[in-house]
């Protein structure tokens, strides 16, 4: 994956409390970024440690901290194979509320389809792959991430279907 130190902050996004099955994808994927020099806020997302009951500690803290780090970063990475609901209220925060670009990646066959919510938005970068294509979607997500390094943050976006 090419490095783009323009676009230092990203936040990343998966599944807690849905389910846990994609955490070894989510330490790759952060891995990945951190190794070109990206600075990835992943909290418990990527952490083995921490099982489908969610972090430990006060939600209301945990809210709080995770929309203080969507407010600061520069993009959101959200892995979405996994439905859940957390992952649906970061992207919206992130683009409704603070108006931050998203880059989403989705593996087809972990689900009947991708969520309408997320596939229908026309502000949101959707990337497609399989466990076999993993390396490829690593280059086309550093392509989207050098795509946006000159990108301003935009106003907060009013209707989903609007671009």
Not at 85 to 110: D, S
């Amino acid at each position: 994956m090419s490095s783009c130190p323009d676009v230092t902050t990203i936040y990343f996004s998966g599944s807690i409390s849905s389910g846990r099955g994609d955490v070894e994808q989510y330490r790759r994927i952060v891995a990945a970024l951190e190794a070109r020099g990206y600075r990835v806020l992943a909290g418990a997302v990527a952490a083995a440690r921490v099982g489908d009951g969610g972090e430990a500690g006060d939600p209301c803290a945990i809210f709080d901290r995770d929309l203080d780090w969507i407010a600061g970063a520069d993009v959101v990475v959200a892995e979405v194979s996994m439905p859940s609901t957390g992952v649906g209220y970061e992207l919206a925060a992130a683009r409704y509320r603070y108006g931050i670009p998203i880059i989403c990646l989705y593996r087809p066959a972990h689900t009947k389809r991708c969520s309408a919510m997320v596939a229908g938005d026309r502000g949101i970068t959707l990337i497609e792959y399989t466990d076999e294509t993993f390396e490829p979607m690593l280059e086309r997500l550093a392509a989207t991430l050098a795509a946006l390094r000159n990108t301003p943050r935009t106003a907060p976006v009013t209707s989903p279907c609007q671009p």
